[in-house]
């Protein structure tokens, strides 16, 4: 706690991930959609790969994946060597189970039901 019994920055961010990914009743696993913006041909197309390991490719540039907090890790560990800081862009965006239901799908793709996939 710092002055005056507030909670610092540091903790209220501490508290605001505590239990980042874990869902009741079912595995340890979250929804992520991973978007990126990479100059670099490249680059670009291993980004691409190593993505379809995790999740399903919707978009030229967006993933969705399904992931434990340790695979999650494991992926960010393997794109970090990938990119370059200074011209790259990547994004992930956790999404709850009741947002994630909330999302809007318009063209050709459906939404997957994820709740009946099987993740290995």
């Known amino acids: ?6 909670k610092t920055a540091g ?5 605001r991930f ?14 992520v959609a991973i978007s990126y ?14 993505l379809k390991d995790y999740g399903e490719r919707v978009q030229y540039s967006v993933f969705e994946c399904v992931l434990r907090p ?6 960010r560990e393997r794109l970090k060597p990938l990119l370059v800081l200074e011209e790259d862009d990547v994004r992930f965006y956790r999404l709850c189970e009741s947002c994630r239901r909330k999302a809007t799908v318009w063209g050709r793709k459906r939404r997957r039901r994820w709740r009946d996939a099987v993740v290995v």
Do not use: N
Request: proline share 2%; with cysteine; net charge positive.
């Open 70 to 75: 340790d695979d999650l890790k494991r992926l």
């Open 18 to 31: 505590a239990g980042w990914g874990e869902e009741t009743g079912r595995a340890k696993q979250h929804f």
């Open 1 to 6: 706690m710092g002055k005056r019994g507030k």
């Open 11 to 15: 903790e209220r961010l501490e508290e």
């Open 37 to 50: 913006d990479i100059p670099d041909d490249r680059r670009r197309g291993k980004m691409c790969k190593l």
